[in-house]
């Protein structure tokens, strides 16, 4: 089993920066990848970001990029996601994920967190 628990949201305005954390507990070497996905009212959950848990294998299946990183403290066990910019359609529930597919599909991730919510306005 595998626990996730994200932090790190909350307001910010139009422009700024926010750091997303994800603690991993658990058997942390029964998975491989670890992701970012984000959901709005109405709409399906989308990849934000994925990285193998060593951190050497990333990417970013939105357009997003130029302006997020994503990181993996493997010693500790830390997911985070690093976000410059911010855009009000960023607004959104953010949601930590690992599983054992290098997959944009939420499908493909067993194990989620229960989401941090952030909120980009002025």
């Known amino acids: 089993q595998v626990q996730l628990v994200e932090s790190g949201g909350g307001s910010v305005q139009p422009g700024g920066s926010a750091r997303l954390s994800c603690k991993v507990t658990?058997?942390?070497?029964?998975?491989?990848?670890l992701a970012w996905f984000r959901q709005t009212p109405g709409k399906e959950r989308e990849a934000v970001a994925l990285s193998s848990t060593l951190g050497g294998h990333k990417s970013y299946p939105g357009s997003s990029e130029d302006r997020f990183t994503i990181s993996v403290d493997s010693d500790n066990e830390i997911l985070y996601l690093q976000m410059t910019n911010l855009k009000p359609e960023d607004t959104a529930m953010y949601f930590c994920?690992?599983?054992?597919?290098?997959?944009?599909?939420?499908?493909?991730?067993?194990?989620w967190g229960q989401g941090t919510q952030l909120t980009v306005s002025s």
């Open positions: 994920a690992a599983g054992r597919l290098f997959s944009r599909s939420p499908e493909d991730f067993k194990y």
């Open positions: 658990g058997y942390y070497n029964s998975i491989n990848y």
